[in-house]
């Protein structure tokens, strides 16, 4: 199972000469499965690119969408596969007590704000709520559970014969809980991210920053490393840049991020800043996990 | 979706919520069974959480209550948050409890379900002074 990112920052697109090395556009993640079929992960700006990748031939696509905030679903719009009748696409996501999952995403894709309804899209598309159990998707199996972070928001689990893939971009463990001592079980997200191969985590904020947006439903560096450890993930993706982050404050972060693994005895390959572009092997364990107690 | 390793999300931030506040609070999962209560609530029996370890419902009524205005033991289907879980609706009770060195405490008690997309989730419980007045059932 492999990884492409296609899109790395958080809450809004930040193109600019300042973000083009770890990128600008919105949280978005291509999964290529072992039997060659293809998952997205969020519909940020970043699928646009990814939509562009792809054949013009039939197709089948599965979308799963962690939350609907508009940094997460804003590139469906532009998605070429979309415009395509003979496109097959299903689209995951949290269920809410409030509307349909297409009755919520058919906010952003209806006037005002966009030029096309649900209903004019020329592909076959399908929306379904994340089931409670785990469910299957060609060779992989696919968890879905609720994590901590604004709104009814999920975290991902792929699972692909040996390897396993931990998708969690917008994630809060650390509201009100000391992530250091509390239970394995009490820990949001946990049961998801436990010995993954690859865990893709929320990290935007530095831990100076922290403090001003506390119960903003991200993580900092800090926290994010701290729930590698706990969780045993085999590398870590720190992703969802903040929008203010030049590609000059990533590096230091990024920097800083390997320091505290290594002080912690681990390796700094195991530890990395998620770059637009990027391609991933989520069959490499880049380093033995650190003692999570 | 809760896995085996892990609590439902809902449960976590009603503990990490719980831990933040100076009023009793009292946590149980789906099942009724009890997973945590808060530091106050702690305050008030006279053991901590941490301390506490695991407690079946027999001895727990032995150890702190609660008890009906006759002395008597509340059974444990009147309880208002084994009312919460069973009947998913809130449900409000006085009574008296023990703490662990038989200091007695005449409490409010408010609990409700945790209500999910999908299902309960489990209950809270929040405990207060009873009124002089004992208002409540």
Not at chain 1, 130 to 136: D, F, I, N, S, Y
Not at chain 2, 50 to 56: A, F
Not at chain 2, 96 to 101: N, P
Request: aromatic letters at 8%; charged letters at 20%; glycine letters at 10%.
């Amino acid at each position: 199972m492999k990884a492409k990112l296609w899109g790395t920052r958080g809450s809004v697109p930040s193109p600019g000469p300042e973000t083009i090395r770890y990128g600008g556009n919105t949280s978005c993640v291509g999964v290529t499965l072992s039997d060659g079929s293809l998952l997205a992960l969020d519909a940020g700006t970043g699928i646009r690119n990814l939509g562009l990748s792809l054949p013009e031939e039939p197709t089948r696509l599965h979308i799963l969408l962690t939350h609907l905030h508009l940094d997460h679903i804003q590139g469906l719009v532009f998605f070429a596969p979309a415009f395509r009748p003979q496109t097959e696409i299903v689209i995951w996501g949290p269920a809410s007590p409030e509307a349909s999952l297409r009755d919520r995403i058919a906010r952003y894709i209806s006037a005002p704000l966009s030029p096309v309804e649900v209903r004019e899209l020329p592909c076959d598309v399908s929306f379904r709520s994340t089931p409670e159990t785990e469910w299957e998707i060609g060779p992989a199996r696919i968890r879905a559970a609720s994590v901590s972070h604004r709104g009814p928001t999920l975290g991902y689990r792929i699972d692909d014969g040996e390897d396993s893939l931990a998708y969690i971009p917008d994630h809060e463990p650390a509201l009100g809980a000391d992530l250091d001592t509390l239970e394995d079980e009490w820990i949001s997200g946990f049961g998801l991210a436990r010995d993954a191969s690859l865990l893709i985590h929320d990290g935007q904020y530095a831990d100076s920053e922290y403090p001003d947006h506390l119960g903003w439903g991200h993580s900092s560096i800090s926290h994010a490393l701290s729930f590698a450890r706990r969780t045993g993930a085999g590398r870590t993706v720190l992703f969802h840049h903040d929008p203010l982050h030049s590609d000059e404050r990533l590096d230091l972060l990024g920097a800083e991020a390997q320091d505290r693994w290594v002080a912690v005895g681990g390796t700094p390959e195991a530890v990395e800043l998620a770059v637009e572009g990027a391609e991933l092997d989520a069959h490499t364990r880049a380093a033995s996990p650190l003692p999570t107690a | 979706m809760p896995t085996a390793s892990q609590k439902p999300l809902e449960l976590i931030l009603a503990r990490n919520l719980m831990s933040a506040l100076s009023t009793p609070a009292f946590l149980v999962d789906e099942g009724g069974i009890l997973v945590f209560y808060n530091e106050a609530a702690g305050m008030l029996l006279g053991k901590s959480w941490e301390e506490l370890g695991t407690v079946g419902a027999e001895e727990w009524g032995a150890l702190f209550g609660p008890f009906g205005r006759d002395g008597e033991p509340i059974p444990y289907d009147e309880l208002p948050l084994v009312v919460a879980v069973r009947d998913d609706r809130p449900a409000h009770a006085n009574f008296e409890i023990h703490s662990i060195d038989g200091t007695r405490h005449q409490v409010e008690a408010s609990a409700f379900p945790i209500q999910t997309a999908h299902g309960s989730r489990g209950a809270i419980a929040v405990f207060w002074p009873a009124a002089e007045n004992g208002t409540g059932s």
